[in-house]
């Protein structure tokens, strides 16, 4: 019979683990080329972050980590996935609050990529403009740059 918990992490390392997951995912994302294996470990890797982030993170981490769970699901063209984390990322954002000014232009701009890949035009530029509006807002030109490079990648 399987245990009924998973082994305890201490806080820290938990922690560690979860940011490594994340960045070991934009690694992937950012290979030129993926063998079929690399995209598995690419999904799983972003999969595990978020639950991690759900351990020991607050509610702006664990949208940050649907946020990435929707961009690997839009990269691998899933795009039932890639809209159900991107929603998913808006309504923890909605819900608890606590995050920073550039937040919901990622949200939008994961919606937007998502419908996107759903080849829903509609509801992709619907989401373009809610993103590039919510970027009016976003004060740091260090913060805001790579949201705007990241909407000019959706087609």
Partial sequence: MPPTRLPDLDRETERRLAAGLFNETWRLLDM????PEQDDEMLHAAHASRYHWGNVGEPVTWARGEWLCSRVYAVLRRPSSAIWHAHR???LLTEFGGREDWDEASAYEALARAYSVAGSKKERDVWLARARE???????????EPIEEDLKSIK
């Fill in 32 to 35: 030129p080329k993926r063998l």
């Fill in 89 to 91: 990322c808006l309504e």
């Fill in 134 to 144: 919510a970027l009016t807002s976003v004060t740091s030109a260090e913060d805001r």
